[in-house]
């Protein structure tokens, strides 16, 4: 169908745009520096490998808990600033100096301290980053109830966003430099309050310049009180059961968590790959050049891959840019198998572009669409809008699964016998190595498709979603 022309009162302007986008670069620098962080724990602070897997595991499971009651609030809280923006702002500032103090431990304690110190400040860190995450991603929701313009929103965003990832990539040589820190602990530590200082300023400026639908006359919220809390706990439950009963939204979760953690299992097979079978196993050879293609893959990413991707949806609607884009990916990584060779180097970039479209489309389409799936909530259940509970469970399929890929990921070696304290790989282990690295995305990949390929909310069916809700309830 032409392609209607987005009214002036439903666009987003660009500086709402960019406090969002801000907000985006915090959502994947908090988790990207701690994903990094995290190997440290081995080398800086002597932490036994069991120990550290179970500091990376232990907290999904408090954050599984937390998302959706987060959701809830922020969806039924009443306040002259809005439904999310005091706790984006307060959020951003709980986030910012936790994740500091999470950090700020000393390599003489015995491993046992360090393990419980560093466990109870995840926890007390990840509820100050629910506090901020979830409003965020609901507030997203709600700026704009135009088709095209949530497109456009999330991919502004997430361009901003993906900015991380050419950031994080760099903190792998940058902390055990000897130039820089005085050891890795004390690199872990000063890279933590830089981290949290950028996380801090960046993170306020959703709660200060975004504006998200006007709630004050939504109806049928819930209280908020002690007294309330049974059955507000039942409320939830209700709101979850109506989110799973959701068709087109759990084709949007499924779809996810197959691309994305499919990418999330094979995630380091590539630094192994440079390392072991483009440098033979050499670490000094290899330099800088990991950091280069996880970096240079963000920024085509953002600067490329986003922006046609958005045109795309614009023009063929989001979910024919899904799946293009998915199988665009597919090429990227059977190509691999070609160009990652070390007679040169430099042909490991070439499929990094197709590669992209991947990871670079999916949360685009993904939140554009997720917000499309709140108004047919809405259409079905009525009030209040659900945008935080929708949200907090979109990513907790995307946590879950990123718990999934890091024991996924484990076994996958195991299983081709890679060993990673060896100077060298065999023959056979890094011909499965590179095996796993295209077979594994290129399958998850394609079963995502499958499941997008019915996907019933069309542009057609969106516009006579809104317009059936702005005849019911007047226009948010």
Not at 17 to 34: D, E, I, Q, T
Not at 229 to 243: G, H, R, W
Not at 272 to 299: E, H, K, M, R
Request: hydrophobic fraction near 50%; proline fraction near 4%.
């Amino acid at each position: 169908m032409p392609n209607v022309k987005t009214a002036p009162t439903n666009r987003v302007p660009l500086g709402q745009k960019a406090a969002f986008g801000a907000g985006h670069l915090v959502l994947n620098l908090l988790p990207g520096a701690l994903g990094v962080f995290m190997f440290f724990l081995l080398t800086a602070f002597g932490m036994d490998p069991v120990q550290a897997g179970l500091l990376g595991g232990l907290p999904r499971f408090f954050d599984a808990i937390t998302d959706p009651v987060m959701g809830f609030i922020s969806d039924n809280t009443s306040s002259k600033y809005g439904r999310r923006r005091p706790y984006i702002f307060i959020g951003a500032i709980l986030s910012a100096v936790f994740f500091v103090l999470l950090w700020q431990m000393d390599e003489n304690n015995s491993s046992t301290f360090n393990f419980w110190y560093f466990l109870i400040m995840s926890m007390v860190f990840l509820i100050g980053n629910t506090m901020f995450a979830t409003p965020l991603v609901g507030l997203g929701f709600e700026m704009t109830t135009d088709y095209n313009e949530r497109t456009r929103l999330m991919a502004f965003s997430q361009t901003v966003g993906l900015l991380a990832w050419v950031i994080v990539p760099w903190f792998w040589p940058l902390i055990p430099n000897a130039d820089f820190f005085s050891s890795q602990a004390e690199g872990v530590r000063q890279m933590a309050i830089y981290v949290g200082i950028g996380c801090l300023l960046l993170g306020v400026l959703p709660a200060i310049f975004c504006r998200g639908i006007d709630a004050s006359h939504m109806g049928n919220r819930k209280k908020l009180t002690f007294k309330t809390v049974f059955s507000n706990l039942k409320d939830l439950i209700s709101s979850i059961k109506e989110a799973v009963k959701n068709k087109p939204f759990m084709k949007l979760c499924g779809a996810t968590f197959l691309v994305f953690n499919g990418y999330q299992i094979v995630a380091s097979f590539s630094f192994f790959i440079i390392v072991f079978f483009l440098f033979n196993g050499d670490y000094g050879a290899t330099g800088t050049w990991p950091a280069w293609f996880g970096s240079i893959g963000a920024l085509v990413s953002a600067f490329l891959v986003i922006p046609i991707v958005s045109a795309m949806a614009n023009k063929w609607g989001k979910k024919n840019a899904f799946i293009i884009s998915t199988a665009i990916s597919i090429v990227g990584y059977i190509i691999k198998w070609w160009t990652f060779t070390p007679d040169n180097v430099l042909l490991m970039f070439v499929p990094v572009p197709l590669m992209s479209f991947g990871l670079g489309s999916l949360f685009t389409l993904m939140m554009s669409m997720t917000a499309d799936v709140c108004d047919l909530d809405e259409l079905v259940n009525g009030m209040p809008r659900k945008e935080g509970t929708f949200g907090a469970l979109y990513w907790w399929v995307v946590k879950l699964g990123q718990g999934i890929a890091l024991v996924a990921s484990g076994l996958v070696l195991k299983l081709i016998g890679f060993k990673g304290d060896a100077a060298t790989q065999t023959a056979e282990t890094l011909i499965n190595l590179r095996i796993a690295d295209i077979v594994v995305p290129v399958v998850t990949a394609a079963l995502a498709i499958w499941i997008m390929w019915k996907y019933s909310l069309s542009e057609d069916r969106a516009k006579d979603i809104k317009a059936q809700l702005e005849e019911r309830r007047g226009v948010l």
